[in-house]
């Protein structure tokens, strides 16, 4: 239900565009995050949106140069990242769900994107 895209090999202090297309679904009360897990560590939390009204959640680690946004025309959610950095370097995955709070929590997801490689180097 959810395409990830847009992950690629970047230098440092690059930047990449993420992004998460539904198909077969239509955003409406939807919550869509985006999560990433680096080789042998948990899958964590980086930013979500509010797909009605648009309010954002960051992660400390995304706060200044993440970008979570929406485009209502093609059911679709982007993450802009600026000024990389080799911690970056991840699996990032998005995902979906009805959720009031707990935003930050992947189990609150219903459905989930196959995830795209993001590599940075140093």
């Known amino acids: 239900q959810l395409q990830a895209s847009g992950g690629g090999l970047v230098r440092a202090e690059g930047s990449l565009r993420l992004s998460c297309a539904a198909s077969g679904r239509t955003f409406s009360d939807d919550v869509i995050g985006w999560f990433r897990q680096a080789p042998g560590k948990e899958r964590e939390f980086v930013v979500a949106?509010?797909?009605?009204?648009?309010?954002?959640y960051y992660a400390d680690s995304a706060k200044g140069r993440f970008t979570i946004s929406r485009d209502s025309a093609k059911n679709t959610v982007y993450l802009q990242m600026n000024s990389l950095k080799p911690e970056d370097t991840a699996v990032y995955y998005c995902?979906?769900?009805?959720?009031?709070?707990?935003?930050?929590?992947?189990?609150?997801?219903?459905?989930w994107g196959q995830g795209t490689l993001v590599t940075v180097s140093s």
């Open positions: 949106i509010r797909w009605s009204g648009g309010s954002t």
């Open positions: 995902a979906g769900g009805m959720m009031d709070y707990g935003l930050d929590n992947r189990n609150n997801y219903n459905y």
